[in-house]
């Protein structure tokens, strides 16, 4: 920007400021009519609902528009990720947008010239931190009108989201959703010279565009999306409204990235869906998840995972390439949320309580080690102190070692959320805590079978609590704590396990006589 532009864009905040407080008088609607004359595509949940036999286009050819390179010389960005791994991996692909606008990352907000808060909607209180997080950079905004606010990711595709927005912090500068962070170049520019808030968020799912940059965090381990969107409508998620119809990448365009990033070095790579097994099933040719992970696993890189799976579509084929191992790691994430076959129904899970144990049957005999664990839902509308105690025998019948917890939480929206959310918050709390201390003996229990055994460890760094202890993961994905020297940071290295602890293990380093483990 040179400095007329500066000039007239600080001009520009400077207005907006001043309107602030009559924004804040006014309804919504008064809003988007009298005010908001720039871009303005608000989300809504029905259209997303709707899913359209239109083939998705795949782009290799994305480029940064000529007019905004260089728009981040000399200015910082930061990003704020809530959520999940794929809202993780999102913001990798903003920041290497920024960074290819010229943006260097800032340390924290005070320094930042662009903050963006990618936001997850899973639950109310993910959103409650989001809106808290809003108010506390009010301030900052008020001191600096240059600073631009982004909102994007999940929160971003619901009508609510966007309206509460647009009433209570009209200091926001853009809100952009999950289907067109490609635009985010554009968005930037537009806001940057808008009076108006910035407003584009698309219903329906966009193409698949190939060729974003990425700044990926760390060079050890990896992400990558193998396909976007969910067509399962459980009946309690917002995830198929909020990342649109399942689509896949193709299978040339992953094999081809993990090669990449083996090639640079990376140790572990974790391939990434909303529904992983549903992978391919949009596809014009017959190729699945096992297919793919038969490519995966002749490529040279040590580890690869897999997140998050659909129970109802873990086929056969998959299992019999998993138990082939080498670089298929034997840790499995099924979340199974009800050990009830009649809440599981109410879900729309698809699947049965005993549909459920002959598929853990079937990996357990395909992979006798496998380690199993699980997301969990209590106080569903309507669930009762017998379902639940069905939930309670069913994480103990399975052994899962380690479970993801959450209370029922209602999300305008989904066909749950015109159900009276009837559990008492008392009760779902007291069943949570019941099952938080089974989840914590199981996964204690498990930890102690690998006292005296030694396990192979990536090491990914200091550990967050004591500088001079290295810290990584199994193969089974169980967090170890151990004194060595830095240089092993990057590494598989042997460990032997002193120590079990509730939710991890202290070892020592084996001394390599090999260097090869
Ligand atoms: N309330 C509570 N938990 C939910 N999850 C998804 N939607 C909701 C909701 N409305 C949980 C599920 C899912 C995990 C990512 O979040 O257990 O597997
Ligand atoms: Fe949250 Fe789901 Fe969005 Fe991830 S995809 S950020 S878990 S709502």
């Known amino acids: 920007m040179n400095e007329k532009q500066r000039k007239e864009s600080s001009q520009i905040k400077q207005d907006t400021h001043a309107n602030l407080d009559r924004l804040k ?18 989300p809504n949940l029905k259209k997303a609902k709707k899913r359209l036999k239109k083939d998705v286009d795949i782009h290799y050819d994305f480029s940064i528009p000529e007019d905004m390179k260089g728009i981040g010389k000399d200015k910082k960005f930061l990003i704020r990720t809530y959520g999940c791994q794929m809202n993780e991996h999102d913001t990798e692909v903003m920041a290497g947008l920024l960074t290819d606008l010229g943006y260097q990352p800032a340390e924290d907000t005070s320094e930042a010239d662009v903050i ?7 639950r109310e209180n993910a959103e409650n931190k989001v809106f808290g997080e809003i108010g506390h950079l009010k301030p900052l905004k008020m001191e600096n009108p240059d600073l631009i606010i982004g909102v994007c990711g999940c929160m971003s595709q619901e009508e609510s989201v966007v309206n509460r927005i647009l009433k209570k912090h009209p200091f926001v500068d853009m809100i952009f ?127 690869v995972r897999f997140t998050t799976s659909h129970p109802r579509d873990f086929d056969d084929r998959l299992i019999e390439v998993l138990a082939k191992g080498g670089n298929l790691l034997d840790h499995i994430h099924l979340p199974v949320q009800s050990g009830s076959s009649d809440v599981l129904r109410i879900m729309a899970r698809r699947y049965t309580r005993e549909d459920y144990l002959e598929l853990v049957r079937k990996i357990r005999e395909a992979m006798p080690n496998a380690t199993l664990t699980t997301d969990i839902i209590v106080g569903f509308p309507n669930e009762t102190d017998e379902q639940f105690e069905e939930t309670m025998t069913l994480m103990k019948e399975v052994g899962f070692e380690a479970a993801y917890t959450f209370i029922y939480s209602p999300r305008e929206g989904t066909p749950a959320a015109r159900w009276e959310d009837n559990i008492p918050m008392e009760v779902k709390k007291e069943r949570l805590q019941r099952l938080n201390a089974l989840v914590n003996e199981q996964s204690k229990s498990a930890m102690e079978k690998y006292e005296g055994q030694v396990v192979k460890v990536l090491v990914e760094g200091e550990s967050k609590k004591d ?9 089974r994905n169980k967090l170890v704590n151990f004194k060595a020297s830095k240089s092993l940071i990057g590494k598989i290295v042997p460990v032997k396990i002193t120590k079990a602890k509730t939710w991890s293990l202290d070892g020592e380093l084996v001394e390599m006589t090999s260097g090869v483990y």
């Not at 500088?467 to 193969?475: A, K, R």
Request: proline share 4%.
């Open 467 to 475: 500088p001079e202890v290295l810290s990584g993961y199994t193969e």
């Open 177 to 303: 959703g999950t289907h067109n962070i490609h635009r985010l170049p554009s968005l930037l520019k537009e806001a940057m010279f808008s009076k108006a808030m910035v407003v584009e968020v698309w219903s329906k799912e966009g193409d698949i565009i190939e060729n974003l940059p990425k700044v990926r965090k760390g060079n050890i381990k990896a992400w990558v999306n193998i396909m976007y969107g969910c067509d399962k409508f459980c009946t309690y998620c917002i995830v198929p409204y909020t990342r649109g119809k399942e689509r896949s990448r193709l299978p040339e365009d992953i094999i081809q990235e993990v090669r990449q990033l083996a090639a640079q070095g990376y140790q572990e790579v974790t391939l990434l869906g909303q529904n992983v097994n549903a992978y391919g099933k949009d596809l014009e040719f017959e190729y699945g998840l096992g297919d793919l992970m038969e490519e995966i696993r002749k490529i040279d890189i040590p580890r």
């Open 25 to 42: 008088k006014m309804d919504s609607d008064e809003l988007i009519g009298k005010y908001f004359q720039s871009t303005y595509q608000p």
């Open 116 to 122: 963006l808060l990618n936001t997850c909607a899973i």
